[in-house]
Nanobody
């Protein structure tokens, strides 16, 4: 019904930048909060940043000042600009979205398949 597709991951040197993008498609009436999470090997999936449809943002303390989340409500996309990357930012990054598929219906959370980010020299 609803698909989220991430892109933009890859290998980058410490101090470098990457921009992740996520596009939602399918049976979408409206999208509430959209977010980015990450999961390093052997660790839990943790919130990186989130953004409401009105543009209010929230960041993990470890990325505040380095990462910026943004969204385009008309295109159902959410981006994550990552600057000053560190080796500890290495993880698989996932986007999620709280989606209402029809008016008055329930809100369900959908996830993308993940895109790997490796920060290494």
């Amino acid at each position: 019904q609803v698909q989220l597709v991430e892109s933009g991951g890859g290998l980058v040197q410490p101090g470098g930048s990457l921009r992740l993008s996520c596009a939602a498609s399918g049976s979408i009436f409206s999208i509430g909060v959209m977010g980015w999470y990450r999961q390093a090997p052997g660790k839990s999936r943790d919130l990186v940043a989130s953004i409401t449809s009105g543009g209010f943002t929230n960041y993990a303390s470890s990325v505040k000042g380095r990462f910026t989340i943004s969204r385009d409500n008309a295109k159902n996309t959410v981006d994550l600009q990552m600057n000053s990357l560190k080796p500890e930012d290495t993880a698989v990054y996932y986007c999620d979205a709280a989606v209402m598929t029809n008016w008055g219906g329930p809100v369900s959370t959908y996830w993308g398949q993940g895109t790997p980010v490796t920060v290494s020299s």
